[in-house]
Nanobody, 126 residues
Framework: QVQLVESGGGLVQAGGSLRLSCAASGRTSRSLDVGWFRQAPGKEREFVAAVTWSGGSTYYADSVQDRVTISRDNAKNTVYLQMNSLKPEDTAVYFC???????????????????WGQGTQVTVSS
C-alpha cells in the first residue's frame, strides 16, 4: 500500500502562487507515476499535471499549461505542484494520485490511478 498526503493549499488572491506537496509513504520503493487532479464543486475530477517516476516526462492540462510546474524529489518521496498566476477558476480541491507506470494515453485519466490522497483546498479570490 501507498499513502499520499497533500499539503500547501490555502486562500490566495488572483495572480498569486501556491506550491502544493504530495508526500508518499508505505511501499514507495515501487516506481510510481504521480498525477495531480482537481475537483470543483459540482464538477468532475479533472487532470492537472503528472510526472513519471523518473521525472523524465511531465504532462499538463491545457488549462494550466505555462502556469503550473510539476516536479518530484524521489529522495524525499515527494511530488510538488508549483502554481503561478492563479485564477478564480483554479479554485478546487486538489488531489494527488499514484500508480505504477502509465502510458501517455493513460496518465491523464483518474481511473488509471491506484492510490489517492485526501486532497487539499485551493481557493483563489478575485
Amino acid at each position: 500500500q501507498v499513502q499520499l498526503v497533500e499539503s500547501g493549499g490555502g486562500l490566495v488572491q488572483a495572480g498569486g502562487s501556491l506550491r502544493l506537496s504530495c508526500a508518499a509513504s508505505g511501499r514507495t520503493s515501487r516506481s510510481l507515476d504521480v498525477g495531480w487532479f482537481r475537483q470543483a464543486p459540482g464538477k468532475e475530477r479533472e487532470f492537472v499535471a503528472a510526472v513519471t517516476w523518473s521525472g523524465g516526462s511531465t504532462y499538463y492540462a491545457d488549462s494550466v499549461q505555462d502556469r503550473v510546474t510539476i516536479s518530484r524529489d524521489n529522495a524525499k518521496n515527494t511530488v510538488y505542484l508549483q502554481m503561478n498566476s492563479l485564477k478564480p477558476e483554479d479554485t478546487a480541491v486538489y488531489f494527488c494520485a499514484a500508480s505504477g507506470a502509465l502510458s501517455s494515453s493513460q496518465i491523464g485519466s483518474p481511473r488509471e490511478y491506484d492510490y489517492w490522497g485526501q486532497g487539499t483546498q485551493v481557493t483563489v479570490s478575485s
